[in-house]
């Protein structure tokens, strides 16, 4: 068992390594959608747009999106990071 283990490791290791990856991906994207929603109008047009276009248009409810439940109840991830949100100021 001991030799399985370490023949997979390397495998098992790329799959976790992608599966990271793709949370954390959600994760930004479920961010990014509800500060566009919040901050609605005070975000500049050109760049709305701009934002818009790579992620989608915004689900009408963030809160229903998919997010990593360890951020949400916790503020770590799945591999125990803390999580950092921050707040947009427009500083015109």
């Known amino acids: 068992m001991v030799k399985d283990a370490e023949k997979f490791a390397k495998e098992i ?6 599966i990271d ?6 994760s930004v994207l ?6 566009l929603k919040e901050l609605g109008d005070k975000v500049p047009g050109p760049v709305k747009e701009k934002v818009e276009a ?6 009408a409810d963030p809160a229903s999106a998919t997010a990593p439940r360890s ?6 991830t799945a591999d125990g990071d ?11």
Do not use: H, L, M, W
């Open 30 to 35: 479920y961010q990014t959608k509800k500060q």
């Open 82 to 92: 803390d999580v950092i949100e921050a707040d947009f100021t427009d500083s015109k």
């Open 13 to 18: 290791k790329e799959k976790r390594d992608a």
């Open 21 to 26: 990856t793709k949370n954390q991906a959600d």
């Open 71 to 76: 951020s949400r109840s916790t503020g770590k």
């Open 54 to 59: 790579k992620p989608g248009q915004p689900d």
